[in-house]
């Protein structure tokens, strides 16, 4: 199975929006809406941001929110804050009950 | 609350077995409402699921690693391990176990992660 694709970086500044996009096949996120979203911080374990395409666990900021559209998932933050600085990786179930991740973005908050 | 600790060799020679354990504390394994899988990231690079048993011993691997590994569950101790066996430098990674909620993509609870090195 191959990585989804995520872009290698995006950046945004203090208070603005960015968008994360993944990107898989009809055999994965074009089939179902197991997609979810994991924050990580350099040497931490990742944290959840969303689950099954748009539901956010409790405790996570609903300046994060999450979309799919065909074959791509994608990752919304708004009003963008330094401490949103950090890795972003989608995960996807696949038919062949398996998952697999992207290659994670790199988020720089300017 | 629960939570995930994995414990194991930091050294392993290649050729051999690399054998990690995630125990689990604060719940029970041999709940029904969850798998439980490993996780790991080599050095700055990213994430790569490596496969999830369910409490009853069902087991999903990633295709790319399927033959080398056993994914294994011992509820009388509320434990699961990974084993790789023929361990080469690519499998020097940070190894994660985490917990998922059955029948959503909600992976909920992870280990801090164990740094696994495969060296001579």
């Known amino acids: 199975q191959s990585a989804l694709t995520q872009p290698a970086s995006v950046s945004g500044s203090p208070g603005q929006s960015i968008t994360i996009s993944c990107t898989g096949t009809?055999?994965?996120?074009?089939?179902?809406?197991?997609v979810s979203w994991y924050q990580q911080y350099p040497g931490k374990a990742p944290k959840l941001m969303i689950y099954d395409v748009s539901n956010r666990p409790s405790g996570v900021s609903n300046r994060f929110s999450g979309s799919k559209s065909g074959n791509t998932a994608s990752l919304t933050i708004s009003g963008l804050q330094a401490e949103d600085e950090a890795d972003y990786y989608c995960?996807?179930?696949?038919?062949?009950?398996?998952?697999?991740f992207g290659g994670g973005t790199k988020l720089t908050v300017l | 609350q629960l939570q995930l600790q994995e414990s194991g060799p930091g050294l392993v020679t290649p050729s051999e077995t690399l054998s990690l354990t995630c125990t689990v504390s604060g719940g029970s394994i041999s709940s029904g409402s969850y798998y439980w899988g490993w996780i790991r990231q080599p050095p700055g690079q990213g994430l790569e699921w490596v496969g999830n048993i369910y409490y009853s011993g069902s087991t999903y691997y990633n295709p790319s690693l399927k033959s080398r590994v056993t994914i294994s569950v011992d509820t009388s101790k509320n434990q699961f391990s990974l084993k790789v066996n023929s361990v080469t430098a690519a499998d020097t990674a940070v190894y994660y176990c985490a917990r998922r909620v059955a029948a959503t993509s909600l992976r909920d609870i992870w280990g801090q992660g164990t740094l696994v090195t495969v060296s001579s």
């Open positions: 009809s055999s994965d996120v074009g089939n179902y809406n197991y």
């Open positions: 995960n996807s179930y696949t038919t062949s009950s398996t998952w697999v």
